[in-house]
């Protein structure tokens, strides 16, 4: 059993950055993967960016140059750091944890508001 529980994000300006945490606890030690994923109203959950515990990352389209994710695999926490926030941006964010079986947990999310 994982618990995830994420800090950061609210009310940020066009052209701002923010910074995202989550920490995990329980079984850390075998999470294979840690990642952000975001729903927009009315849209369905998609990937943000993603990192496997050797460090591997891989980030949407939309985030490219923009984002980038680290990983502290010691301390189960995994951060997610954007520049550059567009009014598209906004969105719920979800941290989540995947295990090499599959098994994939999800935290409460976040808000991010990118607005004037």
């Known amino acids: 059993q994982v618990q995830l529980v994420e800090s950061g994000g609210g009310l940020v300006q066009p052209g701002g950055s923010l910074r995202l945490s989550c920490a995990a606890s329980g079984s850390i030690f075998s999470i294979y993967t840690m990642g952000w994923y975001r729903q927009a109203p009315g849209k369905q959950r998609e990937l943000v960016a993603t990192?496997?515990?050797?460090?591997?990352?891989n980030y949407a389209d939309s985030v490219e140059g923009r984002a980038t994710i680290s990983r502290d695999n010691a301390k189960g926490t995994v951060t997610l750091q954007m520049i550059s926030l567009k009014p598209e941006d906004t969105a719920v964010y979800y941290c989540n944890c995947k295990f090499s079986s599959n098994r994939e947990y999800w935290g409460q999310g976040t808000q991010v508001t990118v607005s004037s």
């Open positions: 990192i496997t515990r050797g460090g591997s990352t």
